[in-house]
Nanobody
């Protein structure tokens, strides 16, 4: 059974940084596509980026490109989201999720993440960016 646990959310000032973590357990021996999503107040959930646990096929949404970095540590089975130059519109609940590996290939090729393709989700961690 796949389990995901996010952490690292906090309240920060504009321009600040945070690193979110997503601890992944269960069936970690196979390759997965792991994604970060966020949902701001009154907004739909949107994809932030994705990466293969076996490495590569990194996709980052245009809205965060150059500010956010996605990485995966195989030794720790942990997905990370380094967030720099944070803005108020980055506020929201951040979720990690898993999907089959081809989802990451499609995300990179099509420059979009389809949350319907992700079947396992964490509970989320809250990020608040204030001015």
């Amino acid at each position: 059974q796949v389990q995901l646990m996010e952490s690292g959310g906090d309240s920060v000032q504009v321009g600040g940084s945070l690193r979110l973590s997503c601890k992944f357990s269960g069936y970690t021996e196979r390759s997965w596509c792991m994604g970060w999503f966020r949902q701001g107040p009154g907004k739909e959930r949107e994809g932030v980026g994705s990466i293969l646990t076996s490495g590569g096929n990194v996709y980052t949404a245009d809205s965060v490109k150059g500010r956010f970095t996605i990485s995966y540590d195989n030794a720790e089975n942990t997905l990370y989201l380094q967030m720099d130059s944070l803005r108020p519109d980055d506020s929201g609940m951040y979720y990690c999720a898993t999907a089959g590996p081809l989802v990451c290939v499609r995300a990179r090729n099509l420059s979009t993440l389809d949350l319907q393709e992700f079947g396992n989700w964490g509970q989320g961690t809250q990020v608040i960016v204030s001015s």
